[in-house]
């Protein structure tokens, strides 16, 4: 498997900003969706955004109108730029990809590869 790997994670404070990036070679392209997961300490790994083949996007009621998620082809890199931190974000972050022309729900099961995590940290 081609290897999925996160970059950008941090500590700020809240009502700040962070830019994680994924190099994510061989992944970027109609033929995968592409997604982020975080999972906070004690709790399930849960869903924040995918992006499938075609650039349409889909977002995690907690993070919606905070977070945006995006490809940069030329690059072969998944993109989150989270805004507007709040402490409840705080989280080790992944991304991660499917095989799929259509969309893939945002549940971890569905997703066949995995980065190694960053970690997102946000203080009040």
């Known amino acids: 498997q081609v290897p999925l790997v996160e970059s950008g994670g941090g500590s700020v404070q809240a009502g700040e900003s962070l830019r994680l990036s994924c190099a994510a070679s061989?992944?970027?392209?109609?033929?995968?969706?592409m997604a982020w997961f975080r999972q906070a300490p004690g709790k399930e790994r849960e869903g924040v955004a995918r992006?499938?083949?075609?650039?349409?996007?889909s977002y995690a009621d907690s993070v919606k109108g905070r977070f945006a998620i995006s490809v940069d082809s030329a690059a072969k890199t998944l993109i989150l730029q989270m805004n507007s931190l709040v402490p409840e974000d705080t989280a080790m972050y992944y991304c991660?990809?499917?095989?799929?022309?259509?969309?893939?729900?945002?549940?971890?099961?569905?997703?066949?590869?995995w980065g190694q995590g960053t970690q997102v940290t946000v203080s009040s």
């Open positions: 991660a990809a499917a095989k799929s022309l259509g969309w893939v729900p945002l549940i971890p099961g569905f997703y066949t590869s």
């Open positions: 061989g992944f970027t392209n109609s033929r995968y969706c």
């Open positions: 992006i499938n083949g075609f650039g349409v996007t």
